[in-house]
């Protein structure tokens, strides 16, 4: 189909700044400056201005980001860190690299983020920290998160992987809480051209942990390494073309919540529900997501009409086989299990032209729901 809207196309966000991309990574050949080096070390006093916080430790993935953010926390066997049913598995997989217990719990029904109450019901004596997700690229109730977790002397770290530029209170993603964990995935709001996450905090021993980790655990002097570490820095490469990128990033965030607001206010189907807001928090819309009575009716409807859609997340992560181990079973958190069943991405990025927004309007008004086919 000639006019089909993929549900991602990172091929227009090239070819329309194909010259400054080239010109960046140039650049980087030119110095050779191909792993950390200054274009990291420019990035990383880029991002953490951006997300209001001191430090910005740049790594080679978000998974490793939050595995990092982690270790350096002195997480590990024996401990349990509680984790939303309802993210991308790579949340979990922090508090599993680190040897801890990911305990998960239910989103709540209108927001679908992290429910503070379930959190609280989760707590034992093991918790050592939560890890709340800024899901689709909107802020949880941080507030209520950083209350409960400083009563209890826990840590509380931001999944930020979906919120680079989200805004709580005013203030940025990642420079809410502990740490803050984000990725550079390309398909992310702000996206690299490869793999790439990073670290922000306040805490100075925090990041110098996290910049010792993910570079084999070198220590002070010339030589040395001071514990057993990773190879997790970042390339400088994808440093030059994330500050590229940061240049109309604002911009990009702009056509993002233009595009949502529309769809807000011109989608009207008794069928389709919205994710409704946090108090307090400004949407960067990494994802925007509804819930349909039937997604695969839905889905086929779309695809009829030359629209793809995707599903965030399909299976929750305490139904995943990875962690069948910890006994999780169906109807343990019914509000994630209805998510990961009723769930429907529509395509949401900056190069959407307006005809295809109202396309995409008009097909999702036009769908005819389960009872009536
Ligand atoms: C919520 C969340 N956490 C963690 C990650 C992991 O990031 P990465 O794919 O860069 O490892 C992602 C990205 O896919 C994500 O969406």
Redesign the pocket.
Known sequence: MDNFIAFCDLKRQYSRNREAFLRAIDSVCEKAAFIDGEFVKAFEAEFASLCGADYACCVN????A?SLALLALGIGPGDEVIVPAN??I??AWGPAYAGAKPVFVDCRSDTWEIDVNAVEAAITEKTKAVIG?HLYGMTFDVDFLLALTKSRSLYLVE?S??AHGALYRGKPAGGLCDVGCF???PTKNLGAFG?G?CVTTDNETLAATVNSLKNHGIGKKNGEHDEIGFNMRMDGIQAAILSEKLKTFQTSLERRRKIASRYKSEMKHPLIAFQQDTPGAQHVYHLFVVTVDNRERFAAHLLENGIEISAHYRIPCHLQKAFAGLGYKKGDLPNAEYLAEHCVSLPIYPELEDGEVDRIIRVCNSYSGEAKV
Not at 61 to 64: E, F, L, V
Request: hydrophobic share 35%.
């Open positions: 993935s978000g998974t490793n939050i993210t991308f790579a949340t997700v999944d992987a979906q990725s550079f995935y793999e996450g």
